[in-house]
T-cell receptor
């Protein structure tokens, strides 16, 4: 059974710092991996989707990498801003890409 | 919000009563999902659908049933609500297996 973990569980940084969020999964036979952000009381917003054949994806200040063999993905956020404060979740696509298994999330606070 | 509407957004119901949550999409996407999100458990898949009248169970399907009679609507029914089903329920959609998933805003259900 696929298990997904995220470290750290919570992170607090001053504005302007570059930071890395980690996602680990136990079964490397994944089809894709998606990063989401969730603001309190809200739904999930898709940030980046990485296919299993890709090594990384970039969107603005966000860069996500994928290393299937080691069962790891990282989300790099450059020049963090208070508006980046949210919970970040990674979700691993399995079952031929039909379903996602979610990690527990990293709660990020960016202090002004 | 990628054309996803969940209704109701909030509901309080009594133990033992039936409850139906609705997910409506305007994207004509093939895949639709119901997740629940609970503190300490993260997001867990309840049921999903890969086409009209085609559904399958997820990780936590006991006590829940679903129906999809047309592409745009996916209904989640709690036949006899219990306090353990108090949760936030999210609907998600996806066009093809290996593509990006989009989430609705959630339904907060309280069973008293």
């Amino acid at each position: 059974k696929q298990e997904v973990t995220q470290i750290p569980a919570a992170l607090s940084v001053p504005e302007g710092e570059n930071l890395v969020l980690n996602c680990s999964f136990t079964d490397s036979a994944i089809y894709n991996l998606q990063w989401f952000r969730q603001d309190p009381g809200k739904g999930l917003t898709s940030l980046l989707l990485i296919q299993s054949s890709q090594r990384e994806q970039t969107s603005g200040r966000l860069n996500a990498s994928l290393d299937k063999s080691s069962g790891r993905s990282t989300l790099y956020i450059a020049a963090s801003q208070p508006g980046d404060s949210a919970t970040y979740l990674c979700a691993v696509g399995d079952n031929y890409g039909q379903n996602f298994v979610f990690g527990p999330g990293t709660r990020l606070s960016v202090l002004p | 919000d990628a054309g996803i509407t969940q209704s109701p957004r909030h509901k309080v119901t009594e133990t033992g009563t039936p409850v139906t949550l609705r997910c409506h999409q305007t994207e004509n996407h093939r895949y639709m999902y119901w997740y629940r999100q609970d503190p300490g458990h993260g997001l867990r898949l309840i049921h999903y659908s890969y086409g009209v009248k085609d559904t399958d169970k997820g990780e936590v399907s006991d006590g829940y049933s679903v129906s999809r009679s047309k592409t745009e609507d996916f209904l989640l029914t709690l036949e006899s609500a219990t306090s353990s089903q108090t949760s936030v329920y999210f609907c998600a959609i996806k066009g093809q297996q290996n593509t990006e998933a989009f989430f609705g805003q959630g339904t907060r259900l309280t069973v008293v």
